[in-house]
T-cell receptor
Framework: GAGVSQSPSNKVTEKGKDVELRCDPISGHTALYWYRQRLGQGLEFLIYFQGNSAPDKSGLPSDRFSAERTGESVSTLTIQRTQQEDSAVYLC?????????????FGPGTRLTVT | RKEVEQDPGPFNVPEGATVAFNCTYSNSASQSFFWYRQDCRKEPKLLMSVYSSGNEDGRFTAQLNRASQYISLLIRDSKLSDSATYLC???????????FGTGTRLTVIP
């Protein structure tokens, strides 16, 4: 596709359940970022992938959060034992190959609601 | 101190007005700067990069003041469709040094 896609667009889950969010980056964009945006708040960095290098996980808020990416393809963000404070929009983004100085392209996000 | 700070607003302006937002950043080594637009319940979208010499795109003008460590966005002849949250973004360089402001909310009133 032409842009970053994410699925599902909306997810409602019960507290304590696990959820898996998916991001399909733009073809040819080797870097991929996950962010979280709580209602009325700014973007929080979660994790960064660059090609086959070890990911930068420094933004993950707890060990309940994990993410995977195989090569330069799809990434999945998994949240285990969800809590109400996990409710947010989870955004995936990738910069073009020339790098961050050209900006970021965001997917439409997954809106997660934990009840 | 936050890496990037913005006045959250809201700014409520009439159609046709000129409005300006500022954003300050804390790290003098920051290398590149952007304004993003985020509509309600949508993802952020790149509005414009901010160049050292300042740049203009139609009704939008962005400027960078390195000495005072701020960037600005000026919108002339505001349209109803300009209503959105405007995010200031700063790249300190390197692969993972992109910092987002919390955004300034603009509402253009008919």
């Amino acid at each position: 596709g032409a842009g970053v896609s994410q699925s599902p667009s909306n997810k409602v889950t019960e507290k304590g359940k696990d959820v898996e969010l998916r991001c399909d980056p733009i073809s040819g964009h080797t870097a991929l970022y996950w962010y979280r945006q709580r209602l009325g708040q700014g973007l929080e960095f979660l994790i960064y992938f660059q090609g086959n290098s070890a990911p930068d996980k420094s933004g993950l808020p707890s060990d309940r959060f994990s993410a995977e990416r195989t090569g330069e393809s799809v990434s999945t963000l998994t949240i285990q034992r969800t809590q109400q404070e996990d409710s947010a929009v989870y955004l995936c983004a990738s910069p073009p190959p020339e790098g961050l100085h050209s900006g970021q392209y965001f997917g439409p996000g997954t809106r997660l609601t934990v009840t | 101190r936050k890496e990037v700070e913005q006045d959250p607003g809201p700014f409520n302006v009439p159609e046709g007005a000129t409005v300006a937002f500022n954003c300050t950043y804390s790290n003098s080594a920051s290398q590149s700067f952007f304004w993003y637009r985020q509509d309600c319940r949508k993802e952020p979208k790149l509005l414009m990069s901010v160049y050292s010499s300042g740049n203009e795109d139609g009704r939008f003008t962005a400027q960078l003041n390195r000495a005072s460590q701020y960037i600005s966005l000026l919108i002339r002849d505001s349209k109803l469709s300009d209503s959105a949250t405007y995010l200031c973004v700063v790249n300190k360089g390197g692969a993972n040094n992109l910092f987002f402001g919390t955004g300034t909310r603009l509402t253009v009133i008919p």
